[in-house]
């Protein structure tokens, strides 16, 4: 169980027909997001490229100047956050459980002897109630799918929140999030979809009438069709488009137009479900060049980053070490996705300025580290503000020692 509390850190939308089908009715689209494939793609867009971020604890001193900590905490965020996820699979389900809900909750589990911290495990709760008992201290009553809950103090569980502004607490609506506004263009697009595909299949429903002229069994009835089937079909020696037929049959043809809709109508309302989770067009299909995919991180995947990098410095972190210039940050290796010459651009500025090494400008070509790689060379063309002065001034020295020495020399020769 990994619930062990750690000591105290001081309308549903009626779809409309939209060919008239009296055996395929519409079916309304229902009350969970999921159950469109444009959401789940666009979750898997936004999610797959959080899950590249890299989460470290840092620690940082006067200077700005970062490094790692070594601790249980920076295990687990580097490399094994719990017995069930990888680092990827753990981010990855923090931010689906963000956009599906408006709301996501990482408990963190610690040792109840040592208090160091054990694991981090997202929670997948189907409603949680806020509790605030007689000391005003806060705590979150999860209830689960299996039918239990648990009340934990608001303060031993990483909170992150979408769309926060009515509630103090939770973001959306309140967990679990209803998602009105998005449930009403998600039952829009599926009866649209509908449409398109009741317009395929009516093609293929009843294309007219044959009249059998006089009283017949239904054993006569039945040969008769089946007759007038076999006529019908191209196959055997008869190839011609002419079919007979005696006096005692007369064919009625049933003209049947589906209406589809047009890939303008489909395209809008799809589009409102991508601006939904601030996922470009092409994004979605995958088909994004280094500009596009920039404004997206931008837009979508930054704001994320700064939230998870908040949330877990504050949920995971006493004051104590905040105070001190400890913090959890997600990094994004964003020139991952730059174009060639965006990367060697970059190297070459980076590396002049000693800010890359050579196995790090290696690592951003997708090229394997070398021996010795680890080295950061820096152009001299570069000097140190605080010198540049007397880099002048030695400079003026140099070209007055050199005219003194020319006049000199004019001299003598005279």
């Known amino acids: 169980m990994i619930f062990k509390r750690k000591k105290k850190k001081l309308d549903n939308f009626n779809s409309i027909g939209l060919i008239k089908d009296i055996t395929l009715p519409l079916v309304p689209f229902g009350d969970k997001i999921t159950n469109s494939d444009v959401v789940l793609v666009c979750i898997d867009r936004i999610a797959s490229q959080c899950a590249k971020l890299k989460a ?112 103090d607490i939770f973001g959306g609506n309140g967990y ?60 055997g020696e008869n190839k011609s488009s002419i079919i007979p037929m005696d006096l005692k049959s007369e064919y009625t043809p049933i003209s049947v137009d589906p209406k589809v809709v047009d890939q303008e109508t489909l395209d809008f309302v799809q589009s409102k479900i991508l601006d939904y989770f601030g996922v470009s067009k092409e994004v979605f299909a995958n088909s994004y060049n280094e500009e596009q995919f920039n404004s997206f991180y931008e837009a979508t995947i930054e704001p994320l980053a700064i939230q998870l990098s908040e949330a877990f410095s504050i949920g995971l972190l006493t004051d104590n070490e905040l105070k001190n210039g400890n913090e959890i940050v997600f990094y994004s290796e964003r020139l991952q996705y730059a174009s060639w010459q965006t990367k060697v651009s970059a190297i070459e500025k980076l590396m002049g300025l000693g800010l890359m090494s050579i196995n790090e400008s290696r690592a951003l070509l997708g090229l394997e580290p070398i021996e010795g790689g680890n080295k950061r060379l820096q152009s001299l063309n570069y000097v140190d503000s605080d010198k540049a002065n007397k880099y002048q001034i030695g400079e003026e020295e140099k070209e007055e020692i050199n005219d003194e020495s020319n006049q000199g020399n004019k001299t003598s020769d005279d």
């Open 56 to 167: 470290r604890c840092i620690k940082k001193d006067e200077d700005g100047i970062a490094t790692e900590r070594k601790s249980n905490l920076s295990f687990l965020l580097k490399s094994k956050p719990n017995d069930f996820m990888t680092p990827y699979q753990f981010t990855y389900k923090i931010v689906s459980l963000l956009l599906l809900n408006d709301n996501a909750f990482v408990y963190p589990l610690y040792d109840k002897d040592t208090l160091d911290i054990k694991a981090l495990y997202p929670l997948n709760p189907i409603l949680v109630e806020p509790i605030v008992d007689e000391s005003e201290s806060y705590y979150l009553k999860f209830y689960f799918e299996n039918g239990e809950s648990y009340i934990l103090p608001k303060e031993n569980v990483i909170h992150l929140r979408r769309f926060y502004s009515s509630s």
């Open 176 to 235: 679990s999030s209803t998602h009105e506004a998005l449930l009403k263009t998600l039952g829009i697009n599926d009866a649209l979809l509908q449409g398109v595909e009741k317009a395929v299949f009516s093609s293929f429903q009843i294309k007219g009438i044959l009249k059998l002229n006089g009283l017949l069994k239904e054993e006569d009835k039945n040969r008769a069709v089946e007759a007038f089937n076999r006529a019908l079909e191209p196959s």
